[in-house]
């Protein structure tokens, strides 16, 4: 907000709001149909396409299992 706005993002919200560094701000949203893809049924595409879509979510699980230890 400072660079946008000449202003400190915590004078604007005093105490109503929390400041997170790295948040994005109104200017840089993504609505979330920016994300979304194509629907992919398991029968129809092709193999390798339903293994990489799985194993997104798989490295995701395994790497937060990671971070705990």
Do not use: C, W
Not at 49 to 60: D, I
Request: glycine share 6%; charged share 30%; no cysteine.
């Amino acid at each position: 907000m400072k660079l946008t706005m000449g202003k400190e993002a915590s004078s604007v919200t005093k105490q109503y709001t929390e400041i997170t560094v790295g948040r994005p701000t109104a200017l840089e949203h993504r609505h979330p149909f920016d994300n979304v893809r194509r629907y992919a049924n398991k029968n129809t595409t092709d193999p390798k396409e339903t293994l990489n879509a799985g194993g997104v979510p798989s490295q995701e699980v395994i790497e937060r299992i990671i971070d705990k230890e």
